[in-house]
């Protein structure tokens, strides 16, 4: 579902299109994740101005770090518009997984690239430090979709989130654009709590 498909009302009596806030947030985890491994991999190979041992041991402590700083970033956020959130009307959208995610892979590619590209080269410096960053920001995207996903089976509830209210680049699912969430039955869509492939899809 393109955007331009979305219904755009103001009016939330209006139908709209919805993706799931796990969803969004989950997207990133994976392509970070993989990006650092192969990063870090590749950015062992020399020697850096710190040597190897340094490097790794400097790319350990900024892996714990930013799994942290991402997965706590914007939690009171989250969680005031989670309290807030409305029940979804029966015309609204609810956009597939599948959509969700290639709408914000396709628009962070080029941060991803450039990320990628810049932890490669700062291993010049540094080996393996910068991969090891990337990988720990993807760690921190799926703890904090599995934290989202705790949330949703303690309510009995998921949470979405407009898709006109994301991001041009189809992300920040708690930004300033966004003003509240809406809810449906723990069995709606094609994604589990947390963000996840549902195993066995059911549309409610």
């Not at 806030?21 to 990063?39: D, H, I, K, Q, T």
């Not at 654009?177 to 549309?203: C, E, H, M, N, Q």
């Amino acid at each position: 579902m393109r955007r331009r498909d979305v219904a755009r009302g103001s009016g939330d009596r209006r139908a709209q299109g919805l993706t799931r806030v796990a969803v969004v947030v989950r997207a990133g985890a994976a392509p970070l994740w993989w990006s650092g491994v192969f990063a870090a991999g590749v950015g062992v190979l020399p020697p850096g101005i710190t040597g190897r041992r340094i490097g790794v041991m400097a790319g350990a402590a900024l892996f714990i770090i930013a799994a942290l700083v991402v997965s706590y970033a914007r939690r009171k956020r989250y969680l005031a518009l989670a309290r807030g959130a409305t029940r979804a009307g029966k015309h609204d959208v609810l956009q597939d997984r599948a959509v969700g995610v290639r709408n914000w892979r396709r628009g962070h590619r080029w941060w991803l690239l450039l990320a990628f590209l810049l932890a490669v080269g700062s291993s010049f410096a540094v080996p393996a430090a910068g991969g090891m960053l990337l990988a720990g920001a993807g760690v921190g995207l799926r703890l904090k979709a599995a934290w989202l996903g705790r949330r949703e089976r303690a309510e009995d509830a998921l949470l979405w989130v407009r898709v006109d209210w994301l991001a041009d680049n189809g992300g920040r699912p708690a930004g300033k654009s966004v003003k509240a969430y809406r809810s449906t039955g723990i069995a709606a869509g094609d994604a589990a709590p947390g963000g996840t492939r549902r195993r066995t899809a059911a549309l409610v």
